[in-house]
């Protein structure tokens, strides 16, 4: 689901009480607003296994397909090196790096104060169309709004609406590149650069075998990203007690078997659930 114009529903499911969700991707304001629907209705427990968001796109906007798909050639070592694509820093200069020291000239650093009462980061507001973003909106459980009440840091935050939904699971959920011309370096950027070589033995093995293997021919596939900023995975444990990477090394041989020497990067897992207590209070030590 890339985009929509107007209000119409995507998807009605008045009666559905447990839903999962798995294997497929969404643009954050398209997840949203349908799981928003499904919360007025009578939704009770949400399952996502192995769901992805894109970048945010702009309501009404419609991005136009590539002309050529990299991501549609799944078995090939393109493809696997696409699966890392974007774990890395891109090449920034910042201002005024290339430019001439005088010589003696020490540089300035700035004066660092620690304020043990200053609200943790990972409290911060998330970037629209994260994950960080979305959990906030959606969770039955408790909000970044109650986090930063519990600590002291804002005013009480207005109730939420009542509703029947009380539980929302996530299983190996994160971010995805899609075929489509438009910004998605949000979802590609950040991190450590976890980007690994590719064994030759694999590199040799994915070429000799990339003539008989099946490729989709799907315009819309899209491509993991095993990626998410340092700040956004802070919030999402420290707020949401999420967990990151694969624990089965089945799979984790299988993929780099495939080429993709750091898989499961990226990639969270955890439960929330509806709480009747308020969060700790204890905030001002992390």
Known sequence: MLNRVGEKEVLSLPYIQNLSLKNCWFSPHIFTEFIKELKESELQCLTLDSVSLTAFIRPGAHPAPLTTNPWNHQNNLAQAMAANLGVGHPFFLPPGLNQPVLAGQLAQLPVTVNNPNAEPSW?????????????????????????RYAGGFTEQPEPREQSGFKKLVFKSCGYVRIPFDFDQSSVTHHGLNHRGSVPAAVTKRINDHENMMMKSGDSLLGSITNSMSDREMNTLKEAWNMNFGWDSPQQMTEAKHDGIVHAGIGRFNGSLEALAQPPDTDLTDL
């Not at 507001?125 to 709004?145: E, F, H, K, M």
């Open 123 to 147: 409290l911060s507001q998330p970037r629209y169309g994260s994950w960080a973003q979305v959990i906030d909106t959606l969770t039955p459980g408790n909000r970044l709004a109650d986090f």
